[in-house]
């Protein structure tokens, strides 16, 4: 069992920069991938990025590449979502998730999840 809690919402300006953080519970966290998602009112959630195991691999979303960057130390249990340059389309509720599978973009393919954090841009 995994729990995640993130940490680091809040409301910024358009272009903008926020952090994001999920810290881990448990001794596993290193055996977990790790991916951001994100849900805007009346849309399906969404992935954001993913990260794989040891942090050597990243993928993202076409629409924050360039933009956001994934990273993880696992001495901390805790993995991050750097934001730049954001736009008010990034506003949602982000949620960080692990995966034993590895690297997914899928919800389907995470399997604990947290409780999520508001992410506001405003033009």
């Known amino acids: 069992q995994v729990q995640l809690v993130e940490s680091g919402g809040g409301s910024v300006q358009a272009g903008g920069s926020l952090r994001l953080s999920c810290a881990a519970s448990?001794?596993?966290?290193?055996?977990?991938?790790m991916g951001w998602f994100r849900q805007a009112p009346g849309k399906e959630r969404e992935f954001v990025a993913a990260?794989?195991?040891?942090?050597?691999?990243?993928y993202y979303a076409d629409s924050v590449k360039g933009r956001f960057t994934i990273s993880r130390d696992n001495a901390k249990n805790t993995v991050y979502l750097q934001m730049n340059s954001l736009k008010p389309e990034d506003t949602a509720v982000y949620y960080c998730?692990?995966?034993?599978?590895?690297?997914?973009?899928?919800?389907?393919?995470?399997?604990?999840w947290g409780q999520g954090t508001q992410v506001t841009v405003s033009s």
């Open positions: 998730a692990a995966s034993k599978l590895g690297l997914g973009v899928g919800v389907r393919e995470y399997d604990y």
């Open positions: 448990g001794r596993t966290f290193s055996s977990y991938a």
């Open positions: 990260i794989s195991r040891s942090g050597g691999n990243t």
